[in-house]
């Protein structure tokens, strides 16, 4: 029996490790450091229709435990995703999260349609969430009949499953998972970065030129942690989390929440190897707390204490 | 080979204002070749700070399995690293990046070396490897004031040697250009690392030359999957080219400075 292996839809996982989309590029990098086999899928940097140079240097900016970024959607355009880096990691047994993004509403169809039919794209991702773009990214992700619209389209035209990526930049993330689940969405993933920023104290001047990024790291954990707890006690639909996840307990954590299975970000950046270290850490923590198999886990922390209805207040 | 060690610090020193002299011995360093190239390091265990420091290699030693890296205490990350004593250990990616090209200084060539600052210590293993290939080397060192400056007499080892400080306390008051101006230095290949302004005014007067600038940007992952580190390439609005992967070192032209 594999232990780690986790079903969902479009997505038959051997484990229930990924890659975070934004965090791996197309994975040319890190193939050079270890089989990108190992892992459970992959989620590629968010594509959009025309390639897209993105936000000026400096893009990125540290804050203790966690680093702000904002990149502005950089990618090589959806040509170029078909043509190059998706046939090149069809060599690699890893189903594939396509992350798709755009500036209008047929943007977004006319790149979930494309990118969809790709042999090895098992899933999309739609980045409805991105803090760093003028247009589309957060525009689309924080009125919920907004978003709920653009699901309905997308899902309309893909040929697999479609996952909707939440930003945590709202009110209420509960009302926004309905509304997206309403919509069809076959899954949630959560959480994007937080608004944030860093002010230089020698100039006065934000630190990013952009102004304002995403914050993401270990800092943004308990956020993450609360919203899943949250959202997954609401929806019926499956979430894989993210959000400052580093070790194989922090996965664990997640599962507990309510997540499906767990994505990597930033940590990648941090240590390179840290997605084949989660995945050959996670048998033996199972093991230690007497865990058979990890979809055990999904929303224990809910399910089974008592204390889990005042902690919704 | 990128690689991953826990390296040992073998020393390390003051060297000038803020600036610190570290030796790591480790078997990384049968992997580092080019001069020009770094090592991503993370400085602590914890969280805080929570992203690797690049830092470029000034000296690689393969015999005694040892680097050296010189950097200046700016904030937190190099602050924690001059803390380190001989003994404690760092964590190290590398070596990562493209350093300067030496086939373009040929035997006997000219080879004309300008560093401004933190930028010079990546030219020290360049002066080396270039003079062990025949290569006669003048180097320009431009620093703020007489307290920074570092490495002066390790660079005249190699050659004429030169010192530029914003201040006039030490060497020739002004910019490592006004040293190139003043004594007429004459050069097959010019190669420099420092501010972008001077590695643009160095573009900007030596137009068609063989000129290899070596390129700084905050970095997130130093091995090119981030996106944080990108310039711009010359005549179009998305083309690019990746600090870290692409370079760190680029032709004069190639990239929008």
Redesign the interface.
């Known amino acids: 029996m594999n232990r780690l292996a986790v079903e969902l839809p479009g997505l038959s996982l051997k484990n229930p490790i990924m890659p975070a989309s934004?965090?791996?590029?197309f994975g040319?990098?890190?193939a050079?450091?270890y089989d990108l086999s190992v892992l459970g899928a992959m989620m590629i940097?968010a594509t959009t229709k025309?390639?897209?140079?993105?936000n000026p240097?400096?893009?990125?900016?540290?804050t203790?435990?966690?680093?702000l970024?904002a990149?502005g959607l950089?990618n090589p355009?959806l040509d170029k995703v078909l043509e190059e880096e998706l046939p090149w990691l069809e060599q690699f047994d890893v189903p594939i999260i396509a992350n798709i993004a755009g500036s209008t509403v047929e943007e977004y169809v006319e790149v979930a349609e494309a990118i969809s039919k790709a042999p090895n794209v098992h899933a999309l991702e739609l980045n409805i969430s991105c803090p760093n773009v003028k247009k589309g990214g957060i525009t689309f992700g924080t009125v919920p009949d907004v978003a709920a619209e653009l699901t309905r389209l997308v899902k309309e035209v893909s040929a697999v499953p479609v996952y909707v990526k939440l930003s945590p930049n709202v009110t209420d993330i509960v009302a926004m998972a309905k509304a997206i689940e309403q919509a069809g969405a076959d899954g949630l993933t959560m959480i994007n970065t937080l608004v944030g920023m860093r002010i230089d104290v020698k100039t006065g001047r934000p630190v990013l030129a952009n102004g304002t990024g995403g914050l993401s790291?270990?800092?943004v954990k308990p956020i993450a942690i609360r919203m899943i707890y949250e959202v997954s006690q609401a929806v019926s639909i499956p979430i894989i989390g993210m959000g400052g996840v580093?070790t194989a307990e922090d996965v664990l954590e997640f599962f507990y929440a309510g997540a499906s299975a767990v994505a990597v970000g930033?940590a990648?950046?941090?240590?390179?190897?840290v997605c084949p270290t989660i995945i050959n850490d996670l048998p033996a923590l199972l093991d230690d707390l007497g865990i058979g198999h990890i979809s055990e886990c999904i929303g224990r922390s809910w399910k089974t204490s008592a204390h889990a209805v005042h902690c919704r207040a | 080979m990128i690689g991953r060690e826990r390296m040992t610090v073998a020393s390390q020193r003051l060297i000038a204002e803020r600036t610190y002299e570290l030796t790591l011995s480790g078997r990384l360093v049968q992997e580092m070749r080019q001069p020009g190239q770094f090592v991503h390091v993370k400085v602590a265990a914890s969280a805080d700070p929570l992203l690797r420091r690049p830092l470029s290699l000034c000296h690689i030693d393969h015999k005694q399995g040892q680097c050296t890296i010189i950097y200046r205490q700016e904030g937190k990350g190099t602050a924690l690293l001059a803390q380190k004593q001989p003994g404690d250990t760092v964590d190290v990616l590398g070596p990562l990046g493209n350093g300067f090209p030496l086939e373009a200084a040929p035997a006997g060539s000219r080879a004309l070396l300008v560093g401004g600052g933190i930028g010079v210590p990546p030219l020290y293993e360049l002066a080396k490897q270039l003079t062990k290939r025949g290569v006669k080397v003048v180097s320009v060192l431009g620093f703020q004031t007489k307290a920074a400056v570092f490495y002066e007499e390790e660079f005249a080892a190699f050659g004429e040697t030169h010192v530029a400080t914003d201040d006039g306390s030490h060497g020739t008051a002004g910019r490592v250009t006004d040293v190139i101006e003043a004594r007429s230095l004459e050069f097959d290949v010019l190669y420099a690392c420092g501010p972008k302004s001077m590695l643009r005014a160095l573009a900007e007067r030596f137009p068609n030359r063989p000129v290899y600038v070596s390129l700084e940007e905050r970095m997130g992952c130093g091995v090119g999957a981030c996106f944080a580190c990108v310039c711009h390439v010359p005549g179009s609005e998305t083309a690019y080219k990746k600090v870290c992967s692409d370079g760190p070192v680029f032709r004069a032209g190639e990239v929008v400075l």
């Not at chain 1, 025309?50 to 993105?54: A, I, Q, S, T, Y």
């Not at chain 1, 990648?268 to 190897?273: A, E, I, K, L, T």
Request: net charge positive; hydrophobic share 30%; proline share 12%.
């Open positions: 934004g965090c791996f590029g040319r990098e890190y050079r450091f940097k025309e390639p897209r140079f993105g240097t400096p893009r990125v900016a540290e203790p435990g966690g680093m970024n990149i950089q355009g790291g270990p800092a580093q930033t990648n950046f941090v240590d390179p190897f």
